[in-house]
């Protein structure tokens, strides 16, 4: 059920350039630059995580007024885990928690089903309980899927689809020389949902940071200086109009890309 009525006059005016037809079915974001917002503004970094959780929120709920299926949040990586102070960590983890407290209302009032994708079982035990519980209020909810990618990397998302599919082999389920790559999406933490059609990334970093490898492959992608905290719903919005003026082809040919000759005996190398 739509709700373009909730949107923001701002928000309306670009909705209303938009093709519904042509509405991606599942967006992800990296979620960049919330330590540049802090930086920029003399703040600690972790006033710049609160402002960017704000943003979460905001951004879920224009999705779900324009019915987006899917929205999908590079929120903490594998190397964010490792490689951040651990008082950053251990604050990032008290505002997942946080988080999932002060808005699992806002997701049912927005119809919104939350879900998480990553090696979940090596945060917190009480970091789990909370994901969990705020994954079991909202499982009945029939609009916007938001899922939140929490210590997670490409590649060893990868690597944990080839050990399950390794498992299977060594049991006999399976041959390997008729594995394919539906067998390999099957064992995605993504298996469940489409590949996503566009890929934000905030605060002009022309990089996919170990994002979605494997899901990517065919995805348009938009970049954007903004940073994170300061990205709203009609910033998704034109994100999305932006989309819609592109041509997919898959690897195949599309308008304006020249002359297509059909005969291949009248298709001649010319000489170097």
């Known amino acids: 059920m739509l709700r373009i009525d909730e949107l923001t006059s701002e928000e309306r005016a670009v909705h209303a350039t938009l093709k519904p037809e042509r509405l991606p079915q599942h967006v992800a974001i990296i979620m960049d630059g919330n330590g540049r917002w802090a930086g920029h503004r003399s703040l600690k970094r972790f006033l710049g995580h609160q402002q960017g959780a704000k943003s979460v929120q905001l951004v879920t709920e224009t999705a779900s007024r324009i019915g987006l299926p899917w929205l999908t949040l590079y929120a903490f990586s594998l190397e964010n885990n490792l490689r951040r102070p651990k008082a950053e960590v251990s604050f990032l983890m008290r505002l997942l928690k946080s988080y999932l407290e ?11 089903r939350i879900r998480y994708i990553g090696r979940i079982h090596e945060l917190p035990t009480e970091v789990q309980d909370k994901m969990h519980w705020a994954e079991g209020i909202t499982a009945a909810n029939t609009g916007t899927t938001l899922t939140l990618a929490l210590n997670y990397g490409g590649r060893s998302e990868i690597v944990d689809a080839f050990r399950a599919l390794a498992k ?56 954007t200086e903004r940073l994170w905290p300061d990205f709203r719903g009609i910033n998704l919005l034109e994100a999305i109009a932006a989309f819609q003026r592109r041509e997919r082809r898959y690897g195949g040919i599309g308008e304006n890309c020249g002359e297509v000759e059909e005969d291949p005996d009248r298709m001649k190398i010319a000489a170097s």
Do not use: C, K
């Open 168 to 223: 299977e082999v060594q049991q006999g389920h399976i041959s390997p020389e008729l594995i394919s790559e539906e067998d390999i999406h099957r064992h995605l933490y993504t298996a469940q949902m489409p590949d996503p059609d566009l890929l934000i990334r905030t605060s002009g970093e022309m990089r996919i940071s170990n994002y979605l490898l494997w899901q990517i492959a065919y995805t348009e992608i938009f970049v």
């Open 102 to 112: 002060s808005n699992v209302q806002r997701m049912m009032d927005n119809n919104v």
